[in-house]
């Protein structure tokens, strides 16, 4: 199948998977829906993702992702500058989704056993993608224990809040290179946010579009 075939296959299935949930069960008639990727599908190409999908009364996505839309997200828009000093990327040329495809105003309101329902489904759009890395913008909370090997926290020391920030790198689902850095929101200086970046991307060569990762 395409790509555009694969987009709909995995929104049919993640409509199923949806409306099974304890989330949907709890809060259904709250109409938050789901989506699968805010980027047009770029297989080969890095993914970068978030928990999930925030937002309230949004309907459900069913149009594939224009390219050439300008995409200003809250979320991401403090990281752009990121990924142009370490990617040399926009993040339009990225593929950009979230590890839960159901979306939610507070990531805490999805129930936690939603996560095993909805984690195969991200991994399914990984496995489609098969990318040479992938960044997560948060805590990898929900992958820690079954979905991540080679675990390895970064700390760097965030000298003007006097607080320690941590960052991560491993291999996702056996064979892809993950890192995760913090939140965009998070209330860290630009200084340890750098360092961070630094720490998990900058100072990891297989860090490159398109080039993929040796433990694949």
Request: a neutral charge.
């Given at each position: 199948?395409?790509?555009?075939?694969?987009?709909?296959?995995?929104?049919?299935?993640?409509?199923?998977?949806?409306?099974?949930?304890?989330?949907?069960?709890k809060?259904?008639?709250?109409?938050?829906?789901?989506?699968?990727?805010?980027?047009?599908?770029?297989?080969?190409?890095?993914?970068?993702?978030?928990?999930?999908?925030?937002?309230?009364?949004?309907?459900?996505?069913?149009?594939?992702?224009?390219?050439?839309?300008?995409?200003?997200?809250?979320?991401?828009?403090?990281?752009?500058?990121?990924?142009?000093?370490?990617?040399?990327?926009?993040?339009?040329?990225?593929?950009?989704?979230?590890?839960?495809?159901?979306?939610?105003?507070?990531t805490?309101?999805?129930?936690?056993?939603?996560?095993?329902?909805?984690?195969?489904?991200?991994?399914?759009?990984?496995?489609?993608?098969?990318?040479?890395?992938?960044?997560?913008?948060g805590?990898?909370?929900?992958?820690?224990?079954?979905?991540?090997?080679?675990?390895?926290?970064?700390?760097?020391?965030?000298?003007?809040?006097?607080?320690?920030?941590h960052?991560?790198?491993?291999?996702?689902?056996?064979?892809?290179?993950?890192?995760?850095?913090?939140?965009?929101?998070?209330?860290?200086?630009?200084?340890?946010?750098?360092?961070?970046?630094?720490?998990?991307?900058?100072?990891?060569?297989?860090?490159?579009?398109?080039?993929?990762?040796?433990?694949?």
């Amino acid at each position: 199948m395409d790509d555009k075939q694969f987009f709909n296959y995995l929104l049919n299935k993640t409509r199923l998977v949806f409306h099974k949930s304890s989330t949907y069960k709890k809060y259904g008639d709250k109409n938050w829906n789901f989506a699968i990727c805010e980027t047009p599908i770029q297989k080969r190409t890095g993914i970068f993702f978030g928990l999930n999908w925030g937002g309230d009364n949004i309907d459900v996505q069913t149009i594939y992702p224009d390219l050439q839309k300008e995409r200003n997200w809250n979320f991401v828009s403090h990281s752009r500058r990121y990924f142009r000093d370490y990617f040399n990327s926009e993040i339009e040329q990225l593929n950009y989704s979230n590890l839960c495809f159901f979306r939610s105003p507070n990531t805490h309101q999805i129930e936690h056993d939603d996560w095993a329902l909805a984690i195969p489904l991200f991994q399914e759009y990984v496995d489609y993608i098969e990318p040479p890395w992938t960044l997560l913008l948060g805590k990898p909370e929900h992958l820690w224990h079954d979905h991540l090997s080679n675990r390895k926290t970064i700390t760097v020391l965030d000298s003007k809040n006097n607080t320690n920030i941590h960052g991560y790198t491993g291999t996702l689902f056996g064979k892809y290179l993950f890192g995760a850095v913090p939140h965009p929101q998070a209330q860290i200086s630009t200084e340890a946010r750098k360092a961070i970046w630094q720490c998990v991307v900058k100072d990891n060569d297989n860090f490159e579009i398109g080039k993929i990762s040796d433990n694949k």
